[in-house]
């Protein structure tokens, strides 16, 4: 059966959210209040660079079941079901999110709401959000009880979006347990093909769903930097990191994912996310459970610190130094360079005199508008030119096919520091290059 859908923001989450949502054959309607976005989005163009999307997004729209508009009022008076997706960044200069694009999402929509409606949130949000935007909405909405707010936090990782929303692991959904409502019944039509793929469907109230979101992300990080501190240990000892994941990683208890060494976590979500529920946990008297978080983040940004210490061991000095960094996106096949580490370190050692190339097969542009002052090249040769060094900080497939001998006559010396373990020490070693990983002899 076909619902009729409105998505708010029309970013990473909800563009793709919007364009999968038509697949599954609804009739969607993305709003946001960027008009040049929307521009794009409505001329069949993504944004962002996320492979796959393009073909989901113009299939829909040349379908007619997918269409973008600013308009509050025409997604109010089309849509049953709503989805929220803004962002939810850091507070300037705290550890909190940002609630603002959320809020005024509900604070526009809701006097609009005329019918019945249920809003299903998915940007992640410290808990009690869903509640307190719940009881802001029936009070604004002319139809007052009959707006119902359930959270339906989002999993997807950036880079395999599409697949990620179309073939979740799993779908979690928070209702309102105080209220009969018909949310559940609403996210089964919206989510049908879905459940009948077998996919596990776990409903739940409105605190654990966003607190499930905050603990996944959590995990994670503290995987990450698990792996990164030992690495640290790796380097006192003379040890090899990469050898020591794998042989944990048999064990089923650890599994190897997630167990990469290198300069860390970034992007649009851990960083950020991490932080807000260290002080969403402190707002409800429970900061004591996550002060290890604090560590986490502490270990994952050392990591970038060290990347520049081995840059400037490399190079003997920062200052006047050629160093080319490959790789600017936080993770690859991403153009996404919110907090991540390798523009971070890039910048690092610029401002420690050194003159920095940068190349990322996709995220140039962005990076380009984070970081103007870097200089940026057309491809990883042009950016190895006359290099003292080549930093690898994002694992792009076109990085680990370079080969030593493509890079021999371009640089001025063959040293090569892998921010990620991500390329052959024999390999490079062997064509005469001297290689250093992270956490690695
Ligand atoms: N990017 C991911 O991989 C991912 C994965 C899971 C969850 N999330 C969560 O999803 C949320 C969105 O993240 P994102 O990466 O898509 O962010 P984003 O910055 O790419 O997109 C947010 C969009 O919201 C729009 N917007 C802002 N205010 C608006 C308003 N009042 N009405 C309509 N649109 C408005 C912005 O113009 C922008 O297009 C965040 O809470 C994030 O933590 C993101």
């Not at 939810?88 to 526009?108: C, L, N, R, S």
């Not at 940004?301 to 960094?325: H, K, Q, Y």
Request: charged share 25%; hydrophobic share 45%; proline share 4%.
């Amino acid at each position: 059966m076909s619902t009729r859908i409105a998505v708010f923001g029309t970013g990473y989450l909800g563009a793709t959210h919007a364009a999968c949502m038509a697949e599954l054959g609804h009739e969607v309607l993305g709003v946001d209040v960027d008009a040049a976005k929307l521009e794009k989005l409505a001329a069949g163009e993504v944004p962002f660079y996320e492979p796959g999307l393009g073909e989901v997004l113009r299939r829909n729209i040349d379908r007619g079941r997918l269409k973008f508009t600013s308009s509050y009022e025409e997604a109010a008076e089309f849509a049953d079901v709503f989805f929220l997706g803004v962002g939810t960044p850091q507070k300037k200069g705290e550890f909190a999110a940002d609630m603002v694009y959320v809020d005024a999402v509900i604070e526009t929509l809701a006097p609009l709401l005329t019918k019945p409606a249920v809003i299903f949130g998915k940007s992640t949000v410290p808990v009690g959000t869903a509640e307190r935007l719940g009881k802001r909405a029936r009070e604004l909405a002319p139809v007052g009880d009959g707006v119902e707010v359930a959270w339906n936090p989002e999993f997807l990782r950036e880079g395999f979006a599409v697949q990620d929303t179309l073939h979740p692991d799993r779908l979690v959904l928070g209702v309102d347990r105080g209220r009969h409502g018909r949310a559940e019944s609403a996210a089964r039509e919206v989510y049908a093909d879905l459940l009948d793929e077998g996919i596990p469907f776990l409903v739940t109230d409105l605190a654990t769903s966003e607190l499930v979101k905050a603990s996944a992300n959590a995990f994670l990080a503290t995987k990450i930097s698990f792996i990164n501190a030992i690495s640290e240990v790796c380097e006192a000892a003379g040890a090899d990191v990469t050898v020591l994941a794998d042989a944990i990683g048999y064990d089923v208890r650890i599994g190897r994912r997630f167990l990469n060494a290198g300069i860390g976590f970034g992007g649009g979500c851990l960083p950020k996310d991490i932080r807000a529920f260290m002080a969403r946990a402190g707002e409800l008297g429970a900061d004591q459970a996550l002060t290890f978080l604090r560590e986490v983040d502490n270990i994952n940004m050392r990591r970038r610190t060290r990347m520049v210490e081995l840059a400037r061991e490399a190079c003997g000095s920062l200052l006047g130094a050629r160093v080319a960094v490959l790789g600017a996106a936080f993770k690859p096949d991403s153009d996404d360079v919110r907090d991540s580490p390798a523009l971070n370190v890039a910048g690092q050692i610029q401002l420690q005199g050194a003159a920095v190339n940068v190349y990322d097969p996709k995220a140039m542009d962005n990076s380009r508008a984070l970081f103007p002052t870097l200089t940026y090249s057309a491809n990883a040769l042009e950016a190895c030119e006359g290099a003292d060094v080549v930093l690898v900080l994002t694992e792009w497939p076109e990085f680990l096919k370079l080969q030593p001998s493509d890079l021999d006559a371009v640089v001025r010396k063959k040293v090569i520091v892998d921010g990620r373990n991500c390329l052959s020490p024999d390999e490079w070693r062997g064509a005469g290059w001297n290689y250093r990983g992270l956490g690695r002899p």
